[in-house]
């Protein structure tokens, strides 16, 4: 017998809950089919548990038998393919916003969404902060050149629900407004005490950020800023960036 023939052989019988072992095995007690579709049955429920534990608001508001059957059509149509089940359910905001019956419910992608970037500030890789002290000590000439690094763990959402309302009622066990329009930027990090924090933000505080991520320099930020109709821009973006400092968004590296 070819055990990699085998190996692979039983991963699709696994994966598609059907038999596709071409080779011939001892037969036990209990039928081949019965076997695969044991081992299908864990699989399946093994993926469904990673996406309750990466999204419990998305849980509640669905049910166990809805969830599930959620959980089905997501992984037929996003099979898992990392080697870490972490990552599973990574492109879930993107599946309910395209998929039906879930896109008809518009507030269910950016639940997702949301959730998503809460789990992310968990295990995102740590960098050394900019502090207020780093940055008194650059020169004032310095300051147009100056560009920074946002921190691993932040993401930056722009919704237009009121999803963050939803998940805050369900986590506290309180019954959920319902889904209202509600177009907000939302900024969700690690603090530096190890805490998930999460808050909304302006456009144009979202505007300077996403410079920033792009690499963009102070000079650069303030001058793309001059269209966002800001009274005192280079003020403005320095108040962002103390802000920044302070909540622990900038790396020092």
């Known amino acids: 017998m070819n055990l990699h023939v085998w190996q692979r052989d039983l991963q699709a019988s696994i994966l598609t809950a059907s038999d596709q072992i ?33 999204y419990p608001a998305l849980f509640q508001i669905l049910g166990d038998d809805d969830f599930y059957n959620l959980a089905r059509d997501y992984i037929a149509a996003y099979p898992s393919s990392h080697p870490s089940i972490r990552w599973f ?21 950016e639940l997702a969404a949301f959730e998503w970037a809460l789990r992310h500030t968990v295990d995102a890789a740590d960098a050394p902060l900019m502090t207020l002290e780093n ?3 650059i020169p004032a000439g310095d300051w147009g050149q100056l560009s920074f690094k946002l921190h691993p763990s932040l993401s930056i959402l722009s919704l237009q629900w009121n999803a963050p309302k939803v998940w805050q009622a369900l986590m506290a066990e309180e019954a959920p407004p319902e889904p209202q329009s509600f177009p907000q930027p939302y900024l969700v990090w690690r603090k530096p005490d190890l805490t998930i924090n999460w808050r909304s933000a302006n456009p144009a ?3 300077a950020l996403n410079l920033l991520a792009s690499g963009a320099n102070f000079s650069s930020i303030c001058e793309a800023l001059l269209s966002d109709d800001i009274n005192d821009v280079p003020l403005t973006v320095a108040g962002f960036l103390r802000t920044w400092i302070k909540q622990g968004l900038i790396t020092a590296a």
């Open 22 to 54: 071409q080779q011939p095995l001892n037969q036990g007690s209990i039928s081949r089919e019965r076997e695969i579709a044991v081992y299908s049955d864990a699989y399946f429920l093994r993926l469904a548990e990673a996406l309750q534990t990466n």
């Open 89 to 109: 359910g990574e492109q879930l905001a993107t599946f309910l916003l395209q998929a039906e019956p879930y896109a008809s419910v518009a507030i269910f992608a």
């Open 135 to 137: 940055l008194q000590a």
């Open 205 to 207: 505080e979202i505007h």
